[in-house]
């Protein structure tokens, strides 16, 4: 199948599991969230570099919605791979194979056989990495993240209030990411510069898109 058709048959058989699709990422082929005491645990998917048609997958827990979201004061095991949650006789018995010497898992082929794999492979790997020693309170209970998400709201407010203006903006994209308007980048970089003199633009994207996300998943009508 095509990379459209696979991204479409994995959101499908995903929803099975409570899993929604992000509606942007931009580091990788597709993720995929849901809410777990209300924080966002999230699935995300990645091209290899080396193959066309080989995949692997991540999972992570934040309070924002942002893939790979770490900070100082959450555990290193926020975020994994989803093979370093399981020995190889665990795979065997999911009839899986890992590659000799591998930590990740890696999907060949853009096929049904496939997405039936990898379905079971977060099925089972979910409550494994919820139920790690102080994930859920240490996250939820992050500083750090608690200043992120009070910037993502920054963003949306300001996006919201319909006033985001292009006058002296300097950091914007040459090109906007295909599905989000440049309002949520010139809302981005209002609201960065206020949080630093040093925002760059190797902050604009992740803030713009993660506010973007977040007015999204909020259920806001209201956001492109």
Wanted: glycine letters at 4%.
């Amino acid at each position: 199948m095509t990379k459209s058709k696979l991204v479409e048959y994995l959101t499908d058989e995903l929803s099975e599991l409570g899993f929604s699709r992000l509606p942007q990422f931009k580091d990788g082929l597709v993720a995929y969230y849901k809410k777990v005491d209300g924080l966002f645990f999230m699935l995300s998917f990645y091209k290899s570099r080396f193959s066309r048609e080989e995949i692997t997958g991540d999972l992570s827990l934040a309070r924002v919605p942002s893939p790979n979201s770490t900070s100082p004061d959450v555990p290193e095991y926020s975020t994994m791979r989803l093979g370093n949650l399981f020995t190889n006789e665990e795979l065997e018995k999911l009839e899986i194979c890992r590659q000799p010497n591998e930590r990740d898992l890696w999907w060949t082929g853009f096929d049904e056989e496939n997405v039936k794999s990898i379905i079971r492979i977060v099925a089972t790997a979910e409550p494994k990495f919820l139920n790690q020693e102080s994930l859920i309170s240490s996250v939820a209970q992050s500083s750090f993240q608690e200043k992120a998400l009070e910037n993502y709201n920054n963003v949306v407010e300001l996006v919201m209030s319909k006033s985001v203006s292009r006058e002296g903006a300097k950091l914007q994209p040459t090109k906007y990411p295909k599905g989000i308007s440049e309002e949520w980048f010139l809302a981005a970089e209002n609201v960065g510069l206020k949080i630093s003199p040093k925002f760059s633009k190797k902050h604009l994207n992740p803030l713009a898109i993660g506010a973007f996300n977040l007015s999204a998943v909020s259920g806001n009508k209201d956001f492109e």
